[in-house]
């Protein structure tokens, strides 16, 4: 009775972790690759910073083994990385999207504080620069903003500066301005570029000075200053090059977007810049601009964020993919042996006659060109994965009807496509300019189809049916769908709406308004008669056949409720916080309920990107579940081990389940060096034991099966004399 109360207690303690935001449950398995807008290099060592929640990622052997090095800082951002000159341990980051400012590293990474006391409101924590002044870190300078006209719009407020190390932070000028880009050149002197004032610089005794130089209205987005060069990217207006600290500047390469410029030498003068589709080098032996492009550097994807030094150049691409280096100034190319896991995932989809087998879709270009292909296929549950499907910036994939064999991939301005062989060939069904937002197919009626799309061509936006699988739609919806899903049995369907969630009674051919009207719908998940619709600011709502219910749990709003899935007697749901306005939640979820959304837990945990993301991001696979996420890639629910990276498994944790969430039967692996005396108890959400073994010797690798168990979320404890107890927290759905 004694060990049945301790393990009491440690339910209630590991009901505690697992439903706080720092329980860990998570495991990234892939795919590599990622947005890289930044690197900074130490010696052997370089750090690369993601773009949107992708986190920082340190490698110390030229890219063949990455660490992820911002686990505990939620949804970080790279934007700018910069490493001390003057101590290599000495890190800055700046997370341009607000969540974070400025971190601070002194252990080269391993370790990071926040440093933006004194900076109020979101445009003051969009830190997009830093300037180290001094050789202790102490003085700092930094650019705030990004583009003050965007969707959503990202304003700065100036430049800030500390004499503290960042501890404490003073208005120091420009203030009112968005300012992306900031740099000091040797003789002290500091240039800010700004969006759609130019660049300016630091005089004497005059505050700050507009380079005249450079047109007034220039979109300064990027600048570089090493020894007496001075090198500034602007989009739209080219190059502009100083060989006297900023003196003078010289334009280049006139009317050209530049997306990053990177001073490699100071004699021979060497440059690196991004342009459209282009990466060209500027030689002051030649005077000249030459394009380095050639394979694997594609001269169709743009390079997003650059660094070089000396014959070292390193690229992030605008692909969603593996950074790519030359060690012999542009001449030649490699790609990396492995590269970080922060890829921006759109969507999840299980082979139904293949378990092992996952399909994922991913983010490009944001364009109908300069895309590779967007889909990802692991055949080992996430093992391992390789790129495949047509090239587009991919926004949804599935099979459809759910357990055929038929698998849809829809795109951005590339249309849609389906396979007929699992995904090894593809055609295009429905061609042109057309955002695919979401596909559905009648499980009963196999060759009725419904596909919602924009069509960026001719601006016209519906949901479309097809009764001969997908060879002629015609429209039967003036409004767009951001999600579409057929019942199970009959010929009801629904549609989720920017005004509410419509209803079919005739197999999709008519459509009427149905609920939540005026109500922004991104998802919709089907419950037996229920339907549950997720809404863009993040409530949740159940759809009976008699009424509406809010079944919104306590996460925080607003944010985008991306997915919806029901397993069993569980539903899951997952919200993201990305590429949202600033007024909303900056971080996404991950919630689970036993009791059709009365009652709530999150399963959050220890992920470092928290955004649950795109049209149908989670799924089970290997009895276990999966979510796409934008900027972790694909992440798995593990046994709810603890470890300090997503994934790593406890050194005394003594009991773990087979499948979680565990369908129908909870099966428990008892993980031991030797044999022992125990008990294995289980425990519901309100502390009632329901389940026991009884005492008695356990072995290495024994197994027990709890069966008899309705739907639920239950904690598994091992105990024995020896004084130790082990949890899992099981989910457990219905029948299997």
């Known amino acids: 009775m004694e ?9 209630l303690v590991a009901f505690f972790q697992v439903s706080s935001a720092d329980a860990q449950f998570w495991s990234r398995i892939g795919p590599e690759g990622g947005y890289f807008k930044d690197f900074a290099f130490a010696g052997t060592t370089v750090i690369a910073g993601s773009d949107d929640s992708g986190g920082l990622w340190r490698t110390p052997d030229g890219g063949a083994t990455w660490q992820c090095i911002s686990s505990g800082l939620k949804d970080m951002t790279g934007w700018t990385i910069e490493i001390s000159p003057f101590d290599p341990e000495v890190v800055f980051a700046c997370d341009a999207y607000g969540r974070w400012g400025l971190m601070r590293s002194d252990d080269g990474g391993s370790t990071w504080e926040q440093r933006t006391g004194g900076l109020s409101g979101m445009s003051e924590m969009r830190v997009s620069g830093v300037v180290i002044c001094s050789p202790d870190a102490e003085s700092l300078l930094i650019s705030t903003g990004m583009d003050p006209g965007g969707d959503p719009a990202r304003p700065g407020n100036g430049v800030f500066a500390s004499s503290d190390g960042g501890i404490s932070w003073f208005p120091a000028g420009l203030q009112g301005m968005t300012v992306p880009c900031i740099a000091r ?23 700050w000075a507009p380079v005249t130089d450079i047109p007034a209205d220039a979109v ?7 020894g007496p060069i001075v090198a500034a990217a602007t989009l739209g207006d080219g190059i502009y090059l100083s060989t006297d600290t900023g003196a003078s500047f010289y334009g280049f390469l006139p009317g050209q977007f530049c997306f990053d410029v990177d001073i490699a030498r100071t004699y021979p003068v060497e440059v690196y810049a991004s342009l459209v589709v282009d990466l060209v080098k500027f030689s002051s032996q ?13 001269d169709s994807i743009l390079v997003m964020g650059l660094e070089a ?28 042996q492995s590269a970080p896991m922060s890829a921006f995932m759109t969507g999840i989809a299980v082979d139904p006659s293949d378990p092992d087998r996952l399909l994922a879709s991913s983010l490009g270009s944001y364009n109908d060109c300069w895309n590779l292909p967007g889909l990802f296929e692991s055949t080992d549950q996430g093992a391992s994965w390789q790129r495949t499907g047509p090239a587009a910036h ?8 759910p357990g055929g064999d038929a698998v849809y991939f829809g795109t951005f301005a590339e249309g849609l496509f ?20 979401d596909v559905a197919v009648d499980p009963d009626a196999p060759l009725v189809m419904l596909e919602s799309e924009y069509d960026l061509d001719t601006s016209s936006q519906g949901l479309y049916r097809s009764t001969d699988g997908g060879y002629f739609f015609e429209k039967v919806l003036d409004t767009l769908a951001a999600c579409v899903a057929f019942a199970l049995g009959g010929q009801t369907a629904y549609a989720g709406t920017p005004g509410g969630v419509y209803r079919s009674l005739d197999d999709g051919e008519t459509w009427s308004l149905w609920r939540l009207p005026g109500v922004s719908i991104r998802t919709i998940g089907l419950v037996g008669s229920d339907v549950f619709a997720g809404g863009e600011m993040g409530h949740l709502y159940r759809l009976t056949p008699s009424g509406t219910i809010d079944v919104t749990g306590p996460w925080e709003l607003p944010l985008n409720l991306d997915g919806v899935l029901s397993v069993g007697g569980l539903l899951f749901v997952g919200l993201s916080g990305a590429e949202l306005d600033s007024a909303c939640a900056q971080h996404g979820s991950a919630w689970v309920s036993s009791d059709l959304g009365e009652t709530w837990m999150e399963l959050t945990g220890n992920l470092g990107t928290t955004h649950i993301y ?43 389940a087979r499948s979680n969430p565990a369908r129908g039967v909870i099966t428990l692996e008892v993980d031991l060096e030797r044999s022992v005396q125990g008990e294995i108890l289980v425990f519901d959400l309100s502390g009632r034991l329901v389940y026991t073994s009884g005492e008695r010797m356990f072995s290495p690798g024994d197994v027990e099966t709890v069966e008899g168990l309705s739907s639920g979320v239950y904690c598994c404890s091992f105990s024995c004399p020896d004084g130790f107890v082990s949890d899992d927290v099981v989910l457990l759905s219905g029948p299997p």
């Open 3 to 11: 060990r049945v109360l301790q393990a009491a207690l440690c339910f």
């Open 185 to 207: 050149a040797a003789n002290g002197k500091v240039f800010a570029g700004t969006h759609g004032s130019g660049l300016w610089k630091t005089g004497s005794d005059t505050g």
């Open 220 to 226: 300064v987005w990027q600048i570089d200053a090493c």
């Open 286 to 298: 030649s005077g000249a601009w030459v394009s380095v492009v050639s394979p694997p550097l594609s």
């Open 309 to 336: 030094e000396g014959d070292t150049v390193w690229c992030g691409l605008l692909a969603n993919a593996s950074p790519v280096v030359s060690l012999d100034g542009g001449a030649s190319w490699r790609s990396l």
């Open 394 to 401: 991919g926004l949804t994939v599935d099979f459809r009807p």
């Open 418 to 437: 389906r396979s007929d062989d699992g995904g090894s060939t593809w055609s295009c069904i429905r061609p042109g300019r057309r955002v695919i937002f």
């Open 614 to 656: 795109g049209s149908g991001p989670l799924a089970v696979a290997g009895g276990k579940l999966v979510a796409s996420t934008y900027g972790g890639g694909i992440v798995r629910l593990d046994d709810g081990a603890s470890g300090t990276e997503p994934g790593e498994r406890r050194s005394d944790r003594f009991l773990r």
